[in-house]
């Protein structure tokens, strides 16, 4: 935790003396890479709280180097960490009526806490959680082709969970490129470390949208979107969550920055039996996977 | 959740205390030089009509922006604009002279504050500019070069030296 708050404190420093790049969007990817032999440094900080009970909340670090090896093909290396606070935050399970809850227990759990950790007692905690790799292929650009295109590839190795991960990327742009209108379209393969030893293996598919203007020089505003489908062994249905929220950035010479806000839209619908009796909860879907409020910085810094 | 709020805060202010310097590589006495040095310049903006507006968007196939042309005459023939267009963060202000035939003699970058791409500035980018006229293409990738990682920048000058020859055709010529 210190060590998380010294590292941005420093690296804020160091660029505040640097004069004023890029992700417009704080969730959803654009189709504009870091150009052949440049690189680029990134600091990503998301805090994400609030379940249905008791306490939960998480400070995700990543750390990212990307670079672009050709005009269209960007490869990036991350470093995957986080502070985990739970206390009480998920329903308990009734033992006389196993798969159905007790109604008013709660105990500590959710993804973010570790394998083995005692339920009855408070989870407090900062583990560093993975490595990833990450490669982005670019197909058709915004600024030349209709539409912009670009393949994504994300494989994460933890002592917690391993993850394959792969996106669709879209683009288009009006208004001489200050209005930019970005599609991801998700799949997500987790094995994550289960109590009993083995690996538990989950699916996701998602799909992020967002909508930036850039209203004056060097910043720009928007909204953006995002539909969660959890897919228990990668094949039943779970849940479809929903986040709504806006989002702000700034890009200069040699840095940008962009803060974005998401809030969890309590239309979610929780399908399988297992996520209707404990993850739903007044239309909001908690459980292992989502919390109420997300808010998330990442910072660039361009060589 | 308080160490959660001072992430938030340290951020924001982040984002709101630094701004980017003004560079500005030459003055418009300097462009006018570059382009045509020894020559004299008498002022002559240009005010377009919203049919004159207009008829440059059809020409040129590029919205205009601005009803307002920074317009020089220049002494012996031929004419000097300031002129700005978008660009990855900022507007990116460059000066085209064009000939008493209406070709492009030179453009200068004025103002290039993006991250990647100062090479626009280069003699040689620039100089794929020079004799074009409002009939030719002008389109990147195909008789102008893209510059890797400012591909926004190239397009969007290419663009505006294509709109500013349709305001010499509509504007300027007669």
Known sequence: MKFGLTFVAALLVAVSTSHGHEAIFSWTYTTDLTPKGHGECEQWITTRWEKEHGSYSVIDFREEFEYGVTDNFQLAIYLNHHYVHANDDVPAEDPAHPGNRLRGAYVTGGEDVHAGHNPATVFDSYHFESVSLEGIYRLLSPYKDPLGLALYFEPSVGDQETELEWKILLQKNWLEDRLVWALNVNYELEFEKEDGGGYERDGKFEWFTGLSYRFVRNWSAGLEFWNHHEFADATVHEHSAYFLGPTIHYGGERWWATLGFLHQLPIGQAFSHDNKEFAAHDGYIFGDEHEKYYVRFRMGINF | ?174
């Open chain 2, 1 to 174: 959740m308080k160490s959660e709020f001072a992430f938030i805060a340290l951020p924001v202010s982040a984002l709101i205390a630094p701004s980017a310097f003004a560079v500005r590589y030459l003055t418009v006495d300097q462009a006018q030089q570059a382009i045509f040095p020894g020559k004299s310049f008498t002022a002559a903006p240009v005010k377009l009509t919203s049919v004159q507006r207009k008829a440059i968007e059809q020409a040129s196939g590029v919205r205009v922006l601005h009803d307002e042309q920074q317009v020089w005459r220049v002494s012996g023939g031929g004419w000097f604009i300031v002129d700005e267009v978008v660009g990855k963060h900022e507007f990116i202000t460059y000066a085209a002279g064009l000939n008493l035939d209406g070709s492009v003699k030179q453009i200068e970058i004025m103002d290039y504050r993006e991250t990647y791409g100062g090479q626009i500035r280069d003699q040689k980018w620039r100089a794929q500019f020079v004799g074009k006229t409002s009939k030719s293409t002008l389109k990147l990738d195909s008789d102008v070069k893209n510059i890797s990682g400012a591909t926004l920048s190239c397009r969007h000058i290419t663009d505006g030296v294509k709109r500013l020859l349709a305001v010499y055709e509509i504007a300027l010529r007669h």
